[in-house]
């Protein structure tokens, strides 16, 4: 997909009477919310109203949701999916809300199987009946953006591509034009928002509008869908904890996807788990473990792992530790993590599984949700407080908490984080509702499930792999210390012989003593320098492997013993 594809013009579709009656209700609908919003959050507290703002906003937000909700389930589309992100940002938006649109699933009615074959047959340029033995019509899944079949490969396909058993996946018919009309709404309402201080201070409407849209045109290119599976697989190549659907490329296009059929159990069927002999308790921490591996380490994550895309597959004959193995479907909607985003993440992870407020604001700085200017202060403050009194505990403990604590940290620091200046990096989006369907996936799963019990040892494993790199890092700047150092007594040389020739004007006679005094501090200085990034690094590496830990603290002695004589024999 080219950028001239992934932003598109914010202009109107061609119109048709359809799609302007659909473009006319979205707008109108976020027109009306947005006059609300301006006359309770904005205008009443101008006139001395704030109270009654206050009083009635629970009831407003829980409105605005459920009749959000109808709408979405009325028009389909990306209405859905808009939906599905609003339920995830539990950063920005109030519980009442992403508790309303949290079970937004795509509550669409099927495509009648006859528009299904015609879009098929097109798209494929043969008869179903040449390029399957046989298609179940009655589908394995509608959505809003297409809808799902099992089927037969013919024998002759099968051969080739070595599976019979499959998944065709059509679009829905028209879904082109629905999503034109769509993004053209929602970037007109982006352009509203920038004219709202109450948003515009916090995000970047516009922006936002177009990393949803770059994601939603990926979601219905199917050639791009097999794509991001086949790298998904190469990614977890060998883990036995994960499989991949294997794609029919014979009988792909960029509507019609076919796809090995891996259907097993779905991930939060805690009963059809137990009665295949799988504790859904000791699903939650591997998924969680997967989950991390992908966001921390590899960078290329599923961004939309909700329990209809996620499989159990049992394998009881299997000779390891673990008869189950994690199956990945749909990969649609997928996200990169940036090298520097990801070291943040790793920094704050480990930040988070230590308790450390500072460097949880820290590495929030560094993946770059704060803004430079952001006087963080009262927010370690209130971090730092956070983890005292809840830190480690698991949702199931959480609950037990009296709501007057809760509400009490939120009338203490509430305000202090939201006039922090926040801003969304790119692909944080995708990043935010990754995780947040994880949580709910390990709570589904395991009700008392402490996601601190699947941080904490990944945390462990981040640092002792970041052990390694910090060894590198004081290395590093050692040699270049004493490349420095080394290369220094040649630079000032050079200057007392410009000096001499008169090429620098300096009416100093003992210039050269105090050269050579200069050199010997400096060489003292980056020897002391070296012997201190030796000794850390040696204290460090010691805690899990001994000896070269010990290596390094000998020979941490060889430039302190330079350090000491020269300091002598300059005195």
Partial sequence: MTSDQAVAPASRPAATPATRARYRRILRFAGWNLAVTWWYELFLPRIGLASVAARTRSKRMRRFAQRFHALAVDLGGLMIKVGQFMSSRLDVLPPEITTELEGLQDEVPAVPFPQIRALAEAELGVPLETAFASIDEVPVAAASLGQAHRAVLTAETAEHTG????????????????????????????????????????????????????????????????????????????????????????????????????????????ESLRAAGVDPAEVAPVFAEVMFDQLFTNG??????????????????????????????????????????????????????????????????????????????????????????????????????????????????????????????????????AMSLTSGVCSALNPTFNLWDSVEPYAQQLIRDERGNVVQDVAQQALEIAGIAWRLPKRLDSLVTRVEEGDVAVSTPRLEQRV????????????????????????????????????????????????????????
């Fill in 300 to 433: 290329f994550f599923h961004a939309d792992p909700h329990p209809g895309n996620i499989f159990v597959t049992p394998h009881p004959d299997a000779a390891g530790e673990r008869p189950w193995h994690l199956t990945f479907v749909d990969f649609g909607m997928m996200g990169e993590v940036p090298p520097g985003t990801r070291k943040g993440l790793r920094k704050l992870l480990i930040a988070a599984a230590s308790r450390d407020g500072k460097g949880l604001v820290d590495a929030i700085q560094d993946v770059g949700v704060l803004l430079p200017t952001a006087d963080t202060a009262q927010l370690e403050r209130a971090m730092t407080h956070l983890f005292g009194r809840f830190g480690g505990m698991g949702f199931a403990e959480l609950r037990e908490v009296d709501p007057r604590e809760f509400r009490e940290f939120a009338v203490e620091f509430g305000d202090v984080v939201r006039s922090l200046p926040f801003q969304l990096p790119e692909n944080f989006l995708l990043i935010i509702r």
């Fill in 516 to 571: 050579g005094r200069v050199e010997r501090a400096v060489r003292r200085l980056a020897a002391a320098v070296v012997f201190g990034g030796v000794v850390i690094a040696g204290a460090i590496v010691h805690a899990t492997d001994a000896v070269l830990g010990t290596v390094l603290l000998v020979a941490s002695l060889i430039p302190l013993a330079f350090t000491v004589f020269t300091g002598r024999r300059g005195s």
């Fill in 163 to 270: 599976l019979s058993a499959v998944v065709l996946k059509v679009q829905r018919p028209g879904i082109d034009a629905i999503v034109d009309v769509d993004l053209a709404a929602l970037r007109r309402v982006g352009r509203w928002l920038t004219h709202v201080r109450l948003v515009s201070d916090r995000v970047d409407a516009p922006a936002l509008v177009e990393e949803f849209a770059t994601t939603s045109l990926q979601e219905i290119d199917y050639l791009h869908e097999g794509a991001n599976s086949e790298r998904f697989a190469e990614e977890f190549a060998g883990d036995p904890r994960v499989t991949v659907p294997a794609i029919a490329w014979e009988r792909t296009t960029r509507r019609v996807l076919t796809l090995e059929d891996v259907t097993a159990i779905k991930i939060t069927d805690a």
